[in-house]
């Protein structure tokens, strides 16, 4: 999987999600607020954003009424000599908090870059990465890495078929589009639909080809309390770990 670089368009906005309430984490506060090595998860993603240097415009999709995460993304924007960061409150779905950020990026947006902020730690590189795939034009591309398990189907506690791991991909954020192919996509699908797991997806069923590119174990979504432990290891023993300053 090796990228040839190619220059990037004006317009690339990135939409952060950030809306998610973190259920498996079990915090029992908004997963982006939670600390990992001294730091919110929402900083540490916005931190990876803007030392890409790959953004002009940042939407961070936030709960209903979190002064906390308001308050991180005004810091950022303040901080930040870069690109215009902005925060817009998501929906139910992580599809509809994507869309809610996708309405709020400036009608010149050429490229857009949907990212988890529970990818706290992803390296500036995997979205200078998807970024150049996308500007050299491909529709959708997404960060992945082989399947490292072997995987099974089942019915209920009844194995069904093994497929061939070879041909699988553990799929990561950040994951970029061309913006107006992303939003008829959008407009297509239904924001409700949890069967939906990410962008990708969407563009699938509407169509389009969805390209891969090498992703980073860096990248691995701050799911449950065992990922918590993996991220606040990899900083104490690394504080650079996602190769920007901790
Ligand atoms: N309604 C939602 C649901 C998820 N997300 C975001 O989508 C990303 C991936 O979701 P996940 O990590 O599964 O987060 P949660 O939905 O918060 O987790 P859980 O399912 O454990 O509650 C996260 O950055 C999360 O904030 C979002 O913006 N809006
Ligand atoms: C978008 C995603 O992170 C890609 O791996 C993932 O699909 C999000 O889904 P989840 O149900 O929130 O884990």
Do not use: N, W
Request: with cysteine.
């Amino acid at each position: 999987m090796s990228e040839k670089k190619h220059p990037l368009p004006a317009g690339v906005g990135v939409v952060v999600v950030a809306a998610g309430s973190g259920q498996r984490l079990g915090q029992g506060i908004p997963k982006a607020r939670v600390l990992c090595g001294g730091r919110t998860l929402l900083q540490r993603s916005l931190d990876a954003v803007i030392a890409s240097g790959v953004a002009t415009h940042v939407v961070v999709v936030l709960p209903q009424d979190d002064a906390v995460l308001a308050a991180v993304v005004s810091d950022a924007a303040r901080r930040t000599g870069g690109p215009a960061i902005v925060a817009v409150t998501g929906g139910t779905t992580r599809t509809a908090s994507v869309r809610a950020g996708l309405d709020a990026l400036p009608p010149p947006t050429a490229v857009v870059l949907v990212h988890d902020a529970a990818r706290a730690l992803t390296p500036p590189d995997v979205f200078r990465r998807v970024a150049e795939a996308v500007a050299a034009g491909a529709p959708a591309v997404i960060p992945v890495l082989p399947v490292v398990d072997t995987v099974k189907v089942v019915d209920g506690d009844v194995v069904t078929a093994t497929p061939d791991r070879g041909g699988l991909r553990a799929v990561q954020t950040p994951q970029g589009f061309d913006a107006a192919a992303l939003r008829a996509a959008h407009a297509a699908g239904g924001p409700a639909d949890p069967a939906v797991t990410d962008d990708a997806m969407l563009m699938e069923a509407h169509g389009a080809t969805v390209r891969v590119v090498e992703g980073d174990p860096l990248a691995f979504k701050i799911t449950t309390p065992l990922d918590l432990v993996v991220a606040e290891a990899v900083l104490a023993r690394d504080p650079a770990a996602s190769r920007i300053a901790g």
